[in-house]
């Protein structure tokens, strides 16, 4: 008798794990009842420098896509190495309440002027 009621609880345990287990593979996925008709509903595809947005219909389907050369300067290196030896002044400036000379030595930690996109 004792085996049975253990036999029953472990059978009833791993009936009880393994639709838990469905039940979470189900919550991991997206689903819709219907395209996506706008591109503010498309869900955006790509890996960091090729990026696209899906969205259309069966009838038509429409990708916008999205590369990081799309920009009208040369590639290079946009950090400012300087930057650091003005945060110190930018904080002491913010704290003094001397708003307008934190935003001038916020200036000298941008990084290089910044080309225009290029779509």
Avoid at 25 to 30: A, F, K, M, V
Wanted: glycine share 10%; proline share 6%.
């Amino acid at each position: 008798m004792h085996n049975r009621i253990h036999l029953a609880l472990t059978l009833l345990a791993l009936v009880v794990a393994s639709t838990s287990t469905l039940n979470a593979g189900d919550n991991l996925r997206l689903k819709y009842a219907q395209p996506a008709s706008r591109w503010t509903e498309a869900l955006p595809v790509g890996n960091g420098r090729l990026g696209a947005m899906i969205f259309g219909g069966v009838a038509e389907e429409r990708l916008q896509l999205n590369e990081a050369t799309l920009w009208s300067g040369a590639p290079r290196d946009w950090n400012n190495p300087g930057a650091k030896e003005v945060l110190p002044q930018v904080r002491a400036a913010i704290f003094a309440g001397d708003y307008v000379k934190a935003g001038e030595l916020c200036k000298k930690m941008q990084g290089p002027y910044n080309e225009s996109y290029q779509p």
